[in-house]
């Protein structure tokens, strides 16, 4: 019995370093797509500012900037009650 629940131990303990290689590339390569597809957004590579980070505004500014952001987002807006229980179509 012994040497049943040993051997199980043994191959389960292979098993899983087997697939260690393939995680490590996989890995490596993971985000690659997304990564060439964000550099390729860049209009004018070689401008000076391309590679720096965009710095942002000041508190005291900012502030008027949001509140006028989400004064645009609440003008018009109505509130409506969505019936989500109802199974299937109206046959009135």
């Not at 500014?61 to 019936?83: K, L, N, R």
């Amino acid at each position: 019995m012994k040497y049943i629940l040993f051997l199980a131990t043994l191959v389960f303990v292979l098993a899983g370093c087997t697939a260690m290689e393939e995680a490590y590339y996989t890995d490596r390569e993971f985000g690659a797509a997304t990564n060439d597809a964000f550099d390729r957004q860049i209009v004018h590579k070689d401008y000076a500012y391309a590679d720096k980070t965009v710095e942002g505004l000041p508190a005291l500014h900012a502030e008027s900037v949001m509140e006028t952001y989400h004064q645009t987002f609440s003008e018009g807006f109505t509130s409506q009650d969505i019936d989500t229980v109802e199974v299937g179509s109206e046959s009135n």
